[in-house]
């Protein structure tokens, strides 16, 4: 692992060793006070996400690095039409590490692909945010000392909570575990991940609206916000909307052990009522993914730049395909190449390398 473009990426080893490497700069701070002396993280944020970018930021000051921050697209040469690729290889020359966070998806892997120094996807677009999952994991191993035998329940909006996506093709690799996904009908998880990340493995699952019913069987309690944009009606919108919040009264029946999660902001689906609970883990949280993004820097900086990138990997097909996602870097880099991947060879599906969509 060169890049941190995709949780996926990322061995169970590996990460593994990165957790360990959290807990020790929680345990010892100062030994890590001049880990990175000298060394920058440019942050390139190309869409607003201050808090993302305040714990890039927090992270390399407490390794006693440096940060070369670019907060707003308006403000840089994007707004004069330079291309991802040339972003990188100019930044390349200032950094060490790049954190960059953009609308459009795959734009990271594209900086990946043209950096002579490590990319780390600070979220791009509803595609990927690896180091939110990062914190996640953080939390779940410091709340439960284990990644097995484990009840996992997500509730909110499943469908374009790409924070539910990453956490579930993550945690699906440890044995024991049991996914509890509780949605309104119109927010359920997407089939594709359903079937790629929990049914081809076998996962024990159970899809219900009903957040009170599956409450006393839950291990991890993982909220997220329900819009109101992404219901089909204000009707349905205002029947459903007070079901996913999250009250003291709906706890009656949960675990004394339980784990709440949240990636945060909030707007009302936690109530603060429960914020004194200690089973409240979201402030944690935050704290968690500063922690591990510190060890992620360490990692990357610590990397031989030798490693090939996996993404370019396998069989592959160049332009006689278009991605036709309107969300993909592709839509506006007109001069790079559609590149997709063979990504299932029995059912012949090619995924474009930048968004994942599968070739029409
Ligand atoms: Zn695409």
New binding site residues.
């Given amino acids: 692992m060169k890049h941190l473009i995709d949780i996926q990426e990322l061995s169970t080893v590996e990460l593994a060793e990165m957790i360990a490497t959290a807990e020790d700069i929680i345990a010892n701070p100062q030994k890590y006070a001049d880990a990175c002396r000298g060394k920058k993280l440019a942050t390139l944020f190309f869409e607003p996400s201050t808090r993302t970018r305040l714990s890039f930021e927090a992270a390399m000051y407490e390794l006693g690095g440096n940060v070369l921050s670019v907060s707003s697209a308006n403000s840089s040469s994007a707004a004069k039409g330079e291309s991802i690729a040339d972003t990188a290889k100019t930044v390349s020359c200032y950094a060490d590490i790049i954190a960059m966070r953009h609308p459009k998806?795959?734009a990271p892997l594209v900086a990946s692909m043209n950096a002579s120094i490590p990319v780390i996807n600070a979220g791009d677009g509803g595609h990927n945010h690896p180091t939110q999952t990062l914190a996640d994991l953080l939390t779940i191993w410091r709340e439960k000392r284990r990644f097995d035998n484990l009840t996992i329940g997500l509730c909110g909006d499943l469908k374009f909570g790409r924070t539910v996506h990453s956490l579930i093709s993550a945690m699906s690799r440890y044995s024991g575990i049991k996914f509890v996904l509780i949605s309104p009908e119109e927010l359920k998880l997407p089939s594709y991940v359903r079937e790629e990340f929990i049914e081809s493995k076998g996962i024990e699952y159970k899809q219900t609206t009903d957040l009170i019913e599956v409450m006393p069987e839950l291990d991890i309690l993982y909220m997220t916000r329900v819009q109101r944009e992404r219901f089909s009606s204000e009707d349905e919108y205002q029947r459903l909307k007070d079901s996913y919040i999250l009250t003291p009264d709906k706890l009656e029946t949960a675990k004394s052990d339980l784990s709440i999660l949240h990636p945060l902001p909030r707007v009302n689906e936690i109530s603060v009522a429960i914020d004194s609970d200690p089973r409240a883990c979201y402030f944690k949280q935050v704290l968690n993914g500063k922690y591990m993004r510190m060890a992620l820097i360490l990692k990357l900086l610590s990397m031989k730049d030798c490693e090939s990138d996996a993404s370019y990997e396998g069989e592959r097909v160049v332009d006689t395909i278009k991605?036709q996602?309107p969300r993909?870097?592709?839509s506006v880099e007109q001069e790079l190449p559609h590149v997709f991947k063979l990504t299932d060879k029995e059912q012949g599906v090619y995924r474009?390398i930048?968004?994942e969509?599968k070739a029409k």
């Fill in positions: 998806e795959g991605c996602n993909c870097i592709t474009c930048y968004c969509s």
